[in-house]
């Protein structure tokens, strides 16, 4: 028998957080953001719950060349564009659109040589400081795209670093909202500047054209624990559970795990879980992170191992060998754990949750 833990893809709630992206943004056409092999969900399980997107969005070639094996023949954005001139030979193959970032990107495009013009996204740093041609040179740049053959028509693009917050306690998305208009008054082009959070916080002053949603179609919330999936309505499209395979009836004194990290300070019971750091769950959980078993809530004990964790069992004497152990996402009885809360217990984020799941975990649809 293979070990019980595994990851369930909920198609569903997948195809619900997809219309909720649209429903944010009602003018405004939808990538679904699936880098990362869909933030860990698998790009084809993924692709079931997401098809009535507009578009996909990802940065891994091999990852563009999996869409086109499903058959989606409609846009598709590399949102980081080309690595190497030779990535351009399988843009114009698969009729990829990809993000125009630096200088070197617009010399490997004017050396390309293809039938088909490209569609290419010009990407403005506006003051987050990672990808993008500055402001400064942002108009130069759109000039050399347009004098070429290779490209036919050009976008706009951004990415903000603070949608889901403030940033120094003003306004999050202000200062890049202002040089991005500056940088691109008057420039013909469709445009895509709106992240997870800034669809949920700031549709007005973002949706334009295209939206990019990542996290939130997973069920994941870009600004928890401000908001939570209940107040967005969003559904988590991820499971993990496991079982326990394992129980330990400890007296006061008595120690749990590696490091003896925790003490039992009176009589208690608990529950030996088939999942560790080796399977994602992170190792940084300390004590106390929720877990649910048989739907109810709980809490982990003493240090994560890399095949195992404890949970508390003492206050649910019913449960025991053999529970299900819901480490995230949805539980029996209709319970429900967020992979939010989660994340922060560990201090983390639910993306790199949601990322980390481990191969050796089989991921079904459900
Ligand atoms: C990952 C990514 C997104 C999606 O971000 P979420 O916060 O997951 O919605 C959008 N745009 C770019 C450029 C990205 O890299």
Known sequence: MPRPIEA???????????????AQAPNARVWAV???????????????????????????LAEAERLRALDWRGPILLLEGVFEPRDLELCSRLKLWHAVHCEQQIDWLAMHKTHEPHRVFLKLNSGMNRLGFPPAAFRAAYARLDALPQVDEIGLMTHFSDADSLRQGHDGIA????????????????????????????????????????????GGVPDFPEHDAAHWDLR???????????????????????????????????????????????????????????????????????????????????SGWGSEVTLWGEGPHGARLPIDEVAQAAGTIGYELMCA??????????
């Not at 082009?189 to 992240?195: C, D, H, K, P, S």
């Open 357 to 366: 799941v481990a191969p050796r975990v089989p991921i079904r649809s459900a």
């Open 236 to 318: 988590p499209a991820m499971t993990l559970r496991s079982k326990i395979i394992g129980v330990q009836q400890l007296q006061a004194g008595d120690t749990v795990g590696y490091g003896s990290a925790f003490t039992a300070e009176q009589p208690m019971r608990i529950g030996i879980v088939a999942c560790g750091y080796a399977d994602g769950y992170p190792r940084h959980a300390p004590t106390g992170t929720p877990v649910l078993v048989d739907g109810r809530r709980s809490r982990t004990i003493g240090r994560v191992s890399m095949d195992m964790l404890a949970v508390d069992l003492t206050d649910l004497p019913a």
């Open 8 to 22: 369930l893809v909920h198609t569903d709630a997948l195809a619900h957080n997809l219309a909720r992206a649209r």
């Open 34 to 60: 699936v880098k990362a092999n869909a933030y860990g969900h698998g790009i084809e399980r993924a692709f079931e719950g997401l098809r009535a997107a507009d578009g996909f969005a990802l940065l891994d």
């Open 175 to 218: 200062h890049q909202l202002a040089a991005y208009d500056t940088a691109t008054d008057g420039l013909a082009g469709e445009r895509t500047i709106a992240n997870s959070a800034a669809t949920l916080r700031h549709a007005g002053r973002t949706a334009h054209d295209w939206v990019r949603a990542g996290i939130m179609v997973y």
